[in-house]
């Protein structure tokens, strides 16, 4: 890693790092729910932090676990996203740390997820637009395909890992139809998207950052060639919508080409993993299914409610205001818990129970709110939901071959790996997306 990426690395993640150690050994709750024992579980240090109060200091940020307050803090004007444009050293080296800027990646700005209105509103506009009727159309024939592509390719009675062939395969074939990419590219950019992801992550190491830094630069190379191809022969894709309305330059298209393999590749692998690890572990849940099948759907928004892809985000006070009775200055930062919210007792009854028929399980905030909220949530609910409910109708006695294995990475949550034996295969007529 260059040296100026180091001091981008030292002020994002390196201070935040070390005060996050050195307070989890101290037995702070929040600390602790940061490291390894909250990635594990971290729902007993939510309900601690929520029997604190709505707002609870911590020695690093603030933090809260309150839907009603999660929900006001994200539509609220006052508090914007954090710019690494605007890191915290010193002036004179980070005059130094912006001499070499960063490859566009989906940390920095003119990511829109590092952006505050109106530079925000800005990049958004355009990339929802290059979503057209036509082009969601297209999107949601790929997923009927490449589900049945892929469960026609698994053995009958064999034993698979369902993370690398078929979670991560269904979600990995939309953003390549999305930013019109060839197929046989596919293997680099699932290996670009494990080494990226942890950007957005709170305390990473070095070495990850350097990876991930890495990783970008990677991509940003193939989209220049990629870009520049769309340009002169644009293909039926959003991407090169997107290029050919001349509403973002070259850096900033890349930029949020990347937003959308980072915010939409492992978000949605996690949620289909996340998914079929309940209903193995729940089988009367999944017998709920079998008999009303009309729930798929809703059995989808409990699994976003019960295990958030994206656990966590923050907002920063853009000025001097007061919250919930607190005065937080200018920079403060509030830490939303959105797996927190999502199990407030205020508003989901019996919380820690997963159940597919909950009447209000779509009230959860894993999407987000507000200006970032997340603009490929539908198409995110019709994969996951075509994708898992295809799979127990072909594999209907599929079971758990091993324990499943959670990815050391706590903001995007979810698992690395997931043995299963899949058992007999049955032939169906397949479902259409819903
Ligand atoms: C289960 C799957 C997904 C989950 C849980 C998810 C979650 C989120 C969340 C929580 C945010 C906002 C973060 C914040 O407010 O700080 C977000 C933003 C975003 N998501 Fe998703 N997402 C998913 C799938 C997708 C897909 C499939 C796409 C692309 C087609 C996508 C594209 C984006 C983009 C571009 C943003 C930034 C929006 C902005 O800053 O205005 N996401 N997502």
Redesign the pocket.
């Known amino acids: 890693m260059t040296r100026q990426y180091w001091l981008r690395w030292f002020s994002l993640h390196g201070v935040p790092r070390v005060v996050l150690r050195v307070q989890s050994r101290k037995g702070d709750t929040f600390a602790r729910m940061m490291g390894p024992e909250g990635i594990a579980d971290p729902h007993p240090y939510i309900e601690t932090i929520r029997s604190q109060g709505r707002l609870v200091k911590t020695p690093l940020p603030w933090v809260t676990c309150d839907h009603a307050l999660v929900r006001s803090v994200?539509r609220d004007d006052r508090f914007g996203?954090r710019s690494s444009a605007r890191i915290q050293i010193p002036k004179v080296l980070q005059r130094f740390a912006n001499r070499v800027p960063p490859p566009a990646n989906p940390a920095d700005p003119p990511?829109?997820?590092?952006?505050n209105p109106p530079d925000?509103t800005a990049?958004?506009k355009p990339?929802v637009s290059a979503?057209t009727p036509r082009a969601v159309k297209k999107l949601r024939d790929t997923v009927e395909t490449v589900t049945e592509e892929l469960l026609d390719a698994m053995p009958s009675g064999g034993s698979i890992e369902l993370v690398e062939s078929f979670a991560s395969r269904v979600?990995i074939a939309?953003?390549f139809d999305?930013l019109g990419m060839p197929r046989e590219d596919q293997e680099k950019f699932l290996a670009w998207g494990k080494d990226m992801t942890p950007m957005l992550d709170v305390g990473i190491s070095r070495r990850t950052y350097g990876r991930a830094m890495q990783a970008a630069q990677s991509l940003n190379d193939y989209l220049d060639r990629h870009i520049e191809k769309l340009r002169r022969e644009p293909g039926d894709d959003i991407l090169s919508n997107l290029v050919q309305s001349g509403d973002l330059d070259h850096y900033a298209l890349k930029a949020?080409a990347s937003?959308?393999i980072g915010?939409?590749?492992e978000?949605?692998a996690?949620?289909i993993g996340h998914c079929v690890s309940l209903l193995l572990r729940l089988p009367e849940q999944l017998d709920r299914l079998r008999a009303e099948p009309q729930l798929w759907p809703n059995a989808v928004e409990e699994a976003?409610r019960y295990e958030?892809?994206?656990f966590i985000?923050?907002?920063q006070a853009l000025t001097d205001l007061e919250l919930e009775g607190v005065q937080l200055p200018q920079g403060s930062m509030v830490m939303?818990s959105?797996a927190g919210a999502n199990r407030d007792p205020a508003v989901f009854t019996d919380p820690q129970r997963f159940d597919v028929a909950r009447p209000n399980a779509n009230e959860h905030?894993?999407?987000?709110?507000?200006?970032?909220?997340?603009?490929?949530?539908s198409?995110?609910?019709m994969?996951?939901t075509h994708a898992v409910r295809s799979l127990f109708e072909r594999f209907p006695d599929m079971r758990a071959a091993a324990p499943p294995r959670l990815r050391q990475q706590l903001t995007f949550r979810g698992y690395a790996q997931v043995p299963v034996h899949l058992g007999r295969k049955v032939q169906v007529t397949p479902s259409t997306v819903a």
């Open positions: 994200l996203v990511a829109m997820l590092r952006m925000h990049m958004r990339v979503f979600p939309i953003i999305i949020n937003i959308i915010a939409g590749f978000t949605t996690n949620l976003l958030p892809p994206v985000t923050a907002r939303l959105l905030l894993s999407f987000s709110y507000g200006v970032h909220a997340c603009f490929g949530a198409l995110a609910r994969e996951a």
